[in-house]
C-alpha cells in the first residue's frame, strides 16, 4: 500500500503521467476539476499540460482513457494554448479513440475534433482525418468519415474543404465494408447538401445501383440553401447575431450572407485533371493527314472519346489544335468539320483558360467557315467559338474578328455578328471599355446598312446587346449618325437580351454544373453554348450586375457635359450637326453673292474688284465691320469666302488689302458656322500668302481659325498638301511651322501621323534649309506626343540628317506636354470617343501607334522558312532565324498574323544552341516593338515560353528573356500574363534561377497595376513554396514579392491560403504575412479622368499634370519607373493620391501611424564608439569595398537595428528604390528635430549612403545627395568634425560619385565635398581628393583636380599631403593626360598654386616633359596677364563654389577690392580666350542673359551661362570700389518680357548658403531695382524676395558670423549688398507696398536684430552697416504699405514682449519705429485700413491687458499704445468707433473702452478748438492736450541722458525735441542739475547741432572718418530717433559733394577733381545720387592707362583690400582720369592707417 499513498502526494501533473492507471485516473480527474475552474484562457496553468493532451486521448487504460477524453475536451474548449497540440492529438482520437467499442469514447473523440474545428482549426483536423481514411480498421474509416459528415453538416463548406473529400467519395464507395460505403452514402448526402449538382460529375463512375440510390436520396433534400449551425471562434458573435434574427423571425440576412456559397464550389474545380496528349492514337498525325476520309475520321473520332473528360490536364496542345484547326479550315468533308469543331469544343471545355493560348489561331478559321450553310455544322461551329471565346477575352480575339467582319459572304457576316452579340452577354461595362467597344460598333454600324436582312438583324442584336451591356451613355457616341429607325430597332433588340451576369445566380449554377456529365453533347447548341459560358466566371455571377450599372454611370457623367450638352444627347447633337457641317453643298457663285449682297453693305460688295487699292481697302474694312456685327446663325459662311476669293482674291497686289482679308477670313472661321466646304475655297489662298513675310502671320492665324472651326487634323492634311504640292519653299516652311505649333495648340488627337510622314520625308529631302529645319522642329513635336517609335519612319534618312533629327528628340526627352489651348470644346466630343476605359491605361500611347502603318508579313512567313528554323543544322536554324530578324526590320510595323512564326520561334527557346536562344529572344523583342499592343494574342503561346526561359543556366541567357519580357509586357500590359494558371505553372517549376527571375520580375510589374485578374492567387502556394526555397536568392525574392501580391489580393485571401502547408511552414509564412501586411504599399489609384479630357482623348496617359501634391505622393508610394511606357508612369502619378485605404484595411495604415510616431534614430550611449573599436580590432568588416557584397549589408543592418527604428530600417534594406525614396524623406523631415540622434548613428548613415552611391537609380541618389548637403550643414552648425573611420568609410565612395555623367549630380557632390570642408580639414580630405585622381573616369580625374585647386586657393599651401612637392607632382603627372578637361583642371589647379606661391611651384613639380612645361608656362602667362586670375579662373570653371566663404576671402586677398560685378565682366572677358571658351564649365548659378533674350516665355532647366563681353585685357581691379553705379547690362532689356521664372531663379540664390552666390544674385536684382523701366519686372516677387533677403540675414547672424574660417569683411560685402538692394527697392513706393504684413514683421526683426549685434560693432566697418541700416529702417517705415508695417510693428511689440529671450532693447527699438509712424500718421491716415490696425492693437490689449503692460520693466509699451490710439482718436474723431467691425465681440474689449473714454476725455479738452489744431501732427506729444504728458516725456529724456549707456541717445532726443517744440521749457529740468551736467548737456546740443546743421543736413547715417567717429556716431541703439533729417526731405546731390570735400581735406586728399567718386558709405545709404559713369564707357576710355599701372598695382593687392570696404554691389567702373591721382590717394589712405 506504500506504493498507492506514494502517488497521492504528486503534483496533479505528475499524476498524469504515472505508470499506476489509478493515479492517472486520479490525475485526470483532478486535471478536469482544475480545467473547469480555470476562468483566464491564458493562464499559464494551461502551458504545463501542453505536452500531455495526447496522453490524455491515448491512455491505454480504457476507463482512465474515457475520464481523459472529458478532460481533454475541456482542455480544448478552454486553453488559448490548445491549438498547438491539434495534430498530435487528432492522430490520436484517430488511432486510438475511434477504434474503441465504447460509444462513448467514440463520441468524446468525434466532439474533441469538432471543438478543434471550432478552435479554427479545421484544416489539421481535416488532414488528419482523411489520413485516417486509409487505416485498415474498417470502424477508424468510419468514424473519420462521420466525424467529417458532421464537421460540414455544422461548420458548412466554408470552413469544410469539399475537394480532397470528394476526391476520396469514389474509393469509399468500393469499400468491401458495407459500414464505410453507408457511411460514404450518408456523407455524400451531405456534401450534395451544400453543393448541389457539382457533386455530379465526380461521382459519375461509381455503381449504378449507389448513384441511383444517392439521387433518390438528393431528390428528398430540402432546396433552401442550408445554413452552418456552428461557428468559429472569430465567427461566434456572427452566431449571436443570426439567433437574434431568427428570434426576431427573419432570417433574410443569414440567406444572404450565406447565399453566395452555393455558386462557389464549381464542379471542374472538384475534377480530376485527365492527361490525354499520350493517350492519343500513336498513327494520330499520319491518320489526321490520310486521303481517305474514313481514316480522318477514326482519328477524330479518337479525339472526340478523349477530349470528353471534363477536365484535362495541361500539356502542349499546339500540335493537336493545329490539326484540328486545319481540318475545319480546309476539309472538304463537312461531317469531319463538325467533328472537329466538337474535338476543339472539348478541348477548351476541358482546358479552360489553358486553351487561351490557341484561340487566337483557331478563331479565324472558324468564323470563316460559317460559309458552310448545314445547320449540323454551323451548331458544331457555334459551340466551339462560344467555348473558345470563355478561355480568352474579346480584347485578345478582337483584331481577327474584325478582320472577317470585312468578308463579303453575307453568313460570315451574320455569324460573326450573332457570335459578337453571345460575346457581349458574357461582358460587363468594365470588361468591354470604349476602346474594344469602338471598332466593334464601328464594324457593326457598317452591316445595319447592310443588303441581308440576316446580316442587319445579327448586327442589331450585338449592337442591342452591347447597349444593354454598357449602358445607353458608352454606346450613344458610336451611334450618333444612326437614323431613328435602326436606333428604335436596336433598343427593341436591347430589351429582349438576358445577360448571363444578370441571370439569377442559383440555377445558373445548376445548369452549368450539369454540363460536363458525359452525356453532355446530346446538349442541345444553343442551350448548350449558354450553359458553357456560364463555367467562366462562376463567381462574379450574382455581383456582376451592379457593377454594370455603376460603370455606365457616374464616371461618365463628367464627359458629354464638357460640351455643353446635358448627358449623352447633347453629345449626339453635336455630333450630328457637326457632320451636317461637314457636308455643306458647295454654293455656286451666284447664289453666294445674292447671300453676301443680303447681308454686306452694297459699297462694300462693288468695291471689292476696284482697281483702286485705297477703295478695297474701305470696303475691306466694311466687309470686317459688318462680320464682326453678323451674328453666327445668321451669318452665310461660304457666300462671304467666296466674295473674299473673287477677283482679285487671293492674288491681291497690296499687303494692307490682303492682311485685312486674311484677317476677315479668321474672323468668319471664328464666328460663324465654318465648314470644310468654306474652308476649301480659302486654303488654297492662305497656304499661298503663309510664307508672305507681312501677311505671313494673319494667315496664320486664319488658318488657326480654321483648324478650330474643322478640326485640326482635317485642316492640317489639307494644308500640308497643298504647301508641298506647290514649290515656294518658304511657304512650306512656314507651313510646317504653323503646323508645329498648331499642334502644341491643339493636341494631338486625331492626327494622322501617315499622312504628315510622307511629307514630312519630302521636306526633310529638300533643298532649302529652312524648310529642313522646320520639319526637324515638326518632327520633334511630333515627338512628344508619338514617342521614340517615330524615329523608325526615318532610319534610312542620311546619317547626318539622322543625327539632327536625334539632337530635336533629344531637346524634348523628359518634356512634358503642353495642355492643348485650342479647340478643346469640339475635341472633348470626340474625347468621349476615346479613352473612359479605366481599366487600358495604355490607350492614349496606343492611339498613336496605331496610326502607324502596318505590314503584313504573313506571306513571308514561308513553309521553308519555318522548316530552315526547325533544322537539325544549327547553321541553317540561324539562317532561318536571320531571315525572320531581316523581315521584322524591313518592316518596322507588322500586323499582328504571322502565320506558323510563333510555333517556329518557341522551339528555338529550348534550342541546345544559347546563341540561338539570344536570337529567337531579341528577334522576340524586335517583334513586341513592330507588333505593339496587338502582340497581346501571342502571350500565351510566345510569353509563356519566354518566361521559361528565365530558368536557365546562364547569367546572359536569363538578362536577355527579362529584357525580352519586359519588352512584351510593355506593349501589352500585365493582365494577359497573369490570366490563367500559366504563371503558376511555372513557379512549379523547382528551378532556382526561374523562380528568382519571375519573382523579381511580378514585384516589379505589380506595384504599377491597378487591378489584377484573380487568377494570381493561384501563384500564392508556390509563391510560398519560394518562401522556403533552398536557395537564398529565392526566398529574399519571395519575400519582396510577398506585399505586392498582397497589395491585390489582400492580407485574408493569402492568409487563408496557407492552409494548405505543413503547420511549422504556415506559422513561418503567417509571420512574414504580418511583416508584409505593414509594408503593404496601397493601390495605385486609377488614372485622373481630367487628364484625358483636354487631350482629346488623344494621349490621356502620356499627358500628367505634374502638380505638386501628386508628385509628393509619388515619391512616397511607388515612384513610376523611368520607362517609356507611357502607360505606366502616368497610371502610378495621377494614381496615388487615393491610393490610401484602397485596398490596405483602415486598420493598418492606422498601425502604420503609430509605428512611425516615435524617434527614428534611438541614441544609444558609446554606440559609435564601440563601433569604432569593433571595426579596429577587425571585429566587424572594415567598410572598404569596390562594389558592397551582401555580407557589407548584412553587417550594416545589424548594427543598425539597436540604433534605427526597425520601419525606417525596413525601408532603407528594402530592395525597391521607392522605399529608399521614403526613408530618405523621412530621415530629412527628421534631421533638425533629431539632432543628437543624428550625430550619434552618423557613421552608420553614412555608411548606408554609401550603398546608395552603388544604386543605378537617379531619383534615389539626387535625394540622397540633398539629403548629405542638409545633413552637412547641420554638422557644421552644430560644430561636428567627423571622425577618421567615418571620412575613411565615406569621402571615397562620394569622390566616385563626382565623375557622374549628369552634371547636376556633379554639382552636388562638389557642394557636398565644400561644406565638408567645415567638418573635416581640408588637409585630410586632400589625400582622398588626390587618391580620387587617379581614377580611370576622366569626368571624375578632372573634378577632382578642379577640388584639389579650389582647396589650395581656399586653404593655402598647407593642404597638399603629404607635402606640397609629391602632392604637385602627382597632379603635374595630369598635364599629359589624354582628356583635355583633365589636362586643362590639372593646368588650373598648378596656376592656382602659382598664383598662391609664385615661382616655387617649378622647383615643387620637378621635370616635365617639354611639351607639359610648355603648355603650363603658356597658361602661366596667359594668367599672369591678369593679377586676378586665380579668382577668374575659379569662377571660370565653376562660378560659386559652395565653399565655406573663407575661399572668397582668399580671393579678395589675391585681387585688389573688386566688387562682384567686375568679376562678372571679367568672367564674361574669359571668352575672348579660346581656351577658356571651350572650357566653362558648370554656371550653376549665373544667369545666361542671352538665354533670357532670345526666350520667349519658356522655362529652361539648364543652368545659364553668363553672357561674355569681349573686353580684351581689362583684368585691372580698380582700386576704390564704386557701390551701386554701373552700366546696366543691355541683357536686362527683355526682363520684363521674359517669365518670372528667371527672376524665382535669381531670388532663390540670394538665401544661399554660399556668400558669393548670394552676392552675385543681389547684384542681378539690384541692376533690375536701379532702372525705373525695369524695376516692374520685380512686381509680384517682393515678398519672395524679401523673405530670401531676411532668410540670408538670418543664416549670416546664425552662421556666417558664428564661423571662425571666414573673413568678416566679406560678411561686411554681404551686408552692404542686402541692405543697398533693400534700401533701392523701399525707394520704389509701388513695389515697396507690395510687401505683406507677415514679411515686413520678419523683415524689421532681421534689421533690428542685426542693429542689436554687438559683434558687428567690433568689426571696423560695422558702424557703417549700422548707420546704414538705419536709413534703411526709415525707409521701410515710409515706404512700405502703412497698414502693413503698423500692424507688423504691432505684432513684432507683442511677440518680443511675450518672448523670455528677448532683449528690452529690441522692445524699445520696435517701439522707437511705432513712434516714427505716430509721427507720420497725420499724412497716411487716409491710406490707413483702420479695422485692420485696431484689430491688432484688440488683440495686443488682449495679450497684454493694462495690469499686464503695467507690471512691464519699461513703460514704454503702455506710452507707446496709449500714443497710437490717442493720436487716432485725435485724427478720427468720434469716427474712430466706427472701425471696430473686425473685432468679434466688441462689448468685451477693452479697446473699445478705451476709445471711449479717449473720445470723450479729449471733447472735454478740446470742445471748441477748430479742426486746424487737431491736424498740427501727433509728433507734438499731446502738447496741448496734457502737460503732465510732455513733462513725463522730459523727465524720461533727462533720465537717459544721465545714464552712462543711453547718455548719446538722449541728447539726440532732446536736440530733436527743442528742434520741434522750439517754444518747450526745459529750465525746469536743468535747474536742480549740476554745473557740469548743464554744460554737459548745452555742448551736447552743440556738437549735434553742428553735425547736423553745418553739414547741409546730412544724414548719420553717411560716411565718416574714422577720426570723427567719436563725436558724430550714435550708439547704435539711437536708431530711429536719430535719424537726421526729420523733416523727411530729399537730400540733393550738391549737399554730398559739400560734405565728400570736408571728408577729403580729413582724409589729406586735395578737392581738385569734381569726377572723383565720392566715398562709397555715402553712396551706399542713398543710392539715388545719378551716376557718375557708365561703367563699360569708362573701361574703355581707361584701357591705356590701366595697362601701364597694372604692375604698381599687383603690390598693393593685399592692403587695399583691408582699406576699402568691397562690400558692394557694384560694377567697377573707373572714373578716376589720373592714375597718379589714385596713388597717391592710395598711399595717403594706406598710411593713414599705420
Known sequence: MGDDSEWLKLPVDQKCEHKLWKARLSGYEEALKIFQKIKDEKSPEWSKYLGLIKKFVTDSNAVVQLKGLEAAL???????????????????????????????????????CLMYIEIEKAEAVQEELLKGLDNKNPKIVVACIETLRKALSEFGSKIILLKPVIKVLPKLFESREKAVRDEAKLIAVEIYRWIRDALRPPLQNINSVQLKELEEEWVKLPTGAPKPSRFLRSQQELEAKLEQQQSAGGDAEGGGDDGDEVPQIDAYELLEAVEILSKLPKDFYDKIEAKKWQERKEALEAVEVLVKNPKLEAGDYADLVKALKKVVGKDTNVMLVALAAKCLTGLAVGLRKKFGQYAGHVVPTILEKFKEKKPQVVQALQ?????????????NISEDVLAVMDNKNPTIKQQTSLFIARSFRHCTASTLPKSLLKPFCAALLKHINDSAPEVRDAAFEALGTALKVVGEKAVNPFLADVDKLKLDKIKECSEKVELVHGKKAGPGADKKEFKPVPGRTAASGAAGDKDTKDISAPKPGPLKKAPATKAGGPPKKGKPAAPGGTGSTGTKNKKALETKEIVEPELSVEVCEEKASAVLPPTCIQLLDSSNWKERLACMEEFQKAVELMDRTEMPCQALVRMLAKKPGWKETNFQVMQMKLHIVALIAQKGNFSKTSAQIVLDGLVDKIGDVKCGNNAKEAMTAIAEACMLPWTAEQVMSMAFSQKNPKNQSETLNWLSNAIKEFGFSGLNVKAFISNVKTALAATNPAVRTSAITLLGVMYLYVGPSLRMFFEDEKPALLSQID????????????APTRGISKHSTSGTDEGEDGDEPDDGGNDVVDLLPRTEISDKITSELVSKIGDKNWKIRKEGLDEVAGIINEAKFIQPNIGELPTALKGRLNDSNKILVQQTLNILQQLAVAMGPNIKQHVKNLGIPIITVLGDSKNNVRA???????AWAEQTGMKEWLEGEDLSEELKKENPFLRQELLGWLAEKLPTLRSTPTDLILCVPQLYSCLEDRNGDVRKKAQDALPFFMMHLGYEKMAKATGKLKPTSKDQVLAMLEKAKANMPAKPAAPGKATSKPMGGSAPAKFQPASAPVEDAVSNTVEPKPDPKKAKAPGVSSKVKSAQGKKAPSKTSLKEDEDKSGPIFIVVPNGKEQRMKDEKGLKVLKWNFTTPRDEYIEQLKTQMSSCVAKWLQDEMFHSDFQHHNKALAVMVDHLESEKEGVIGCLDLILKWLTLRFFDTNTSVLMKALEYLKLLFTLLSEEEYHLTENEAASFIPYLILKVGEPKDVIRKDVRAILNRMCLVYPASKMFPFIMEGTKSKNSKQRAECLEELGCLVESYGMNVCQPTPGKALKEIAIHIGDRDNAVRNAALNTIVTVYNVHGDQVFKLIGNLSEKDMSMLEERIKRSAKRPSAAPIKQMEEKPQRTQSVSSNANMLRKGPAEDMSSKLNQARSMSGHPDAAHQMVRREFQLDLDEIENDNGTVRCEMPELVQHKLDDIFEPVLIPEPKIRAVSPHFDDMHSNTASTINFIISQVASGDINTSIQALTQIDEVLRQEDKAEAMSGHIDQFLIATFMQLRLIYNTHMADEKLEKDEIIKLYSCIIGNMISLFQIESLAREASTGVLKDLMHGLITLMLDSRIEDLEEGQQVIRSVNLLVVKVLEKSDQTNILSALLVLLQDSLLATASSPKFSELVM????????????????INLDRILLDIHIFMKVFPKEKLKQCKSEFPIRTLKTLLHTLCKLKGPKILDHLTMIDNKNESELEAHLCRMMKHSMDQTGSKSDKETEKGASRIDEKSSKAKVNDFLAEIFKKIGSKENTKEGLAELYEYKKKYSDADIEPFLKNSSQFFQSYVERGLRVIEMEREGKGRIPTSAGISPQMEVTCVPTPTSTVSSIGNTNGEEVGPSVYLERLKILRQRCGLDNTKQDDRPPLTSLLSKPAVPPVASSTDMLHSKLSQLRESREQHQHSDLDSNQTHSSGTLTSSSSS???????????????????
Not at 474548449?77 to 482520437?93: D, F
Not at 459551340?383 to 480584347?395: C, G, K, M, V, Y
Not at 536577355?960 to 519586359?966: F, P
Not at 522707437?1712 to 491710406?1727: A, E, F, G, H, Y
Open 1712 to 1727: 522707437k519705429c511705432l513712434w516714427r509712424m505716430v509721427r507720420l500718421l497725420p499724412d497716411t491716415i487716409n491710406s
Open 74 to 112: 475541456v482542455y480544448v474548449e478552454n486553453a488559448h494554448v490548445a491549438g498547438k497540440t491539434t495534430g498530435e492529438v487528432v492522430s490520436g482520437v484517430v488511432s486510438k479513440v475511434f477504434n474503441q467499442p465504447k460509444v462513448k469514447a467514440k463520441e468524446l473523440g468525434i466532439e474533441i
Open 960 to 966: 536577355a528573356a527579362l529584357a525580352t519580357v519586359n
Open 807 to 818: 539632337a530635336e528628340f533629344e531637346k524634348m526627352q523628359g518634356q512634358s506636354l503642353p
Open 2016 to 2034: 578716376t582720369t589720373n592714375i597718379d591721382d589714385l596713388k597717391k590717394r592710395l598711399e595717403r589712405i594706406k598710411s593713414s592707417r599705420k
Open 383 to 395: 459551340e466551339a467559338i462560344d467555348a473558345i471565346f470563355l478561355t480568352t477575352t474579346l480584347q
